[in-house]
């Protein structure tokens, strides 16, 4: 079964850290270009970060650059999403895709919900 599986999220304060993890089941990462994107309650989901498959080559949003890092492994068959410098705006549930951009994209997971509270 091909499946990715979003895990990491929590509960932090602001100024906190989290990494997230995507992992995928049934097929290989390696030859995708690999996107976090989120869903704050209330808004559309938005493209986070990207990471492209050739290269690793990396891509952030304005809002999240300098503060989160996507990197690749894939001998774990996992993508990453390191976050520093967490603040409040960054509250949502947080999801992976084997693209960079959401048009069209089916099979979203459950993704997985970060808060950022005191």
């Known amino acids: 079964q091909v499946q990715l599986v979003e895990s990491g999220g929590g509960l932090v304060q602001p100024g906190g850290s989290l990494r997230l993890s995507c992992a995928a089941s049934?097929?290989?990462?390696?030859?995708?270009?690999m996107g976090w994107f989120r869903q704050a309650p209330g808004k559309e989901r938005e493209g986070v970060a990207c990471?492209?498959?050739?290269?690793?080559?990396?891509a952030y949003i304005d809002p999240v650059k300098g503060r989160f890092t996507i990197s690749r492994d894939n001998a774990k068959n996992t993508v990453y999403l390191l976050m520093n410098s967490l603040k409040s705006e960054d509250t949502a549930v947080y999801f992976c895709?084997?693209?960079?951009?959401?048009?069209?994209?089916?099979?979203w997971g459950q993704g997985t919900q970060v808060t950022v509270s005191s």
């Open positions: 895709a084997t693209q960079c951009i959401q048009n069209g994209y089916k099979n």
């Open positions: 990471i492209a498959y050739y290269d690793d080559s990396t």
């Open positions: 049934g097929f290989s990462l390696d030859g995708y270009a």
